[in-house]
């Protein structure tokens, strides 16, 4: 079974940067959007950044112009690279793909999430 694993998140001040990664185990046949989500304690999870396979990305209000997300077709990874970080920032990150099979049955894959803490 194929599984997303993220890697990059730790503890930085506010205004500092971090860089997430996220790859997929294997290779996913159909691999189409792939995005980062974030949920802060006694929140509903929400839609951080998401990118096509085409390049075309989308940003939650809260994080456009500080965070870019970007992604490796041929490596099956994407990356979320996150500036001017705030404490509102503070959530466990999950890594998200979606693929369909030339059936058309459509697959979404999660990651088991990393921390991101950032301090005043």
């Known amino acids: 079974q194929v599984q997303l694993v993220e890697s990059g998140g730790g503890l930085v001040q506010a205004g500092g940067s971090l860089r997430l990664s996220c790859a997929a185990s294997?290779?996913?046949?159909?691999?189409?959007?792939m995005g980062w989500y974030r949920q802060a304690p006694g929140k509903q999870r929400e839609l951080v950044a998401g990118?096509?396979?085409?390049?075309?990305?989308n940003y939650a209000d809260s994080v456009r112009g500080r965070f870019t997300i970007s992604r490796d077709n041929a490596k099956g990874t994407v990356y979320l690279q996150m500036n001017s970080l705030k404490n509102e920032d503070t959530a466990v990150y999950y890594c998200?793909?979606?693929?369909?099979?030339?059936?058309?049955?459509?697959?979404?894959?999660w990651g088991q999430g990393t921390q991101v803490t950032v301090s005043s």
């Open positions: 998200n793909a979606e693929s369909r099979s030339s059936k058309g049955t459509v697959y979404v894959y």
């Open positions: 294997a290779y996913i046949f159909g691999l189409n959007a």
């Open positions: 990118i096509t396979d085409g390049g075309s990305t």
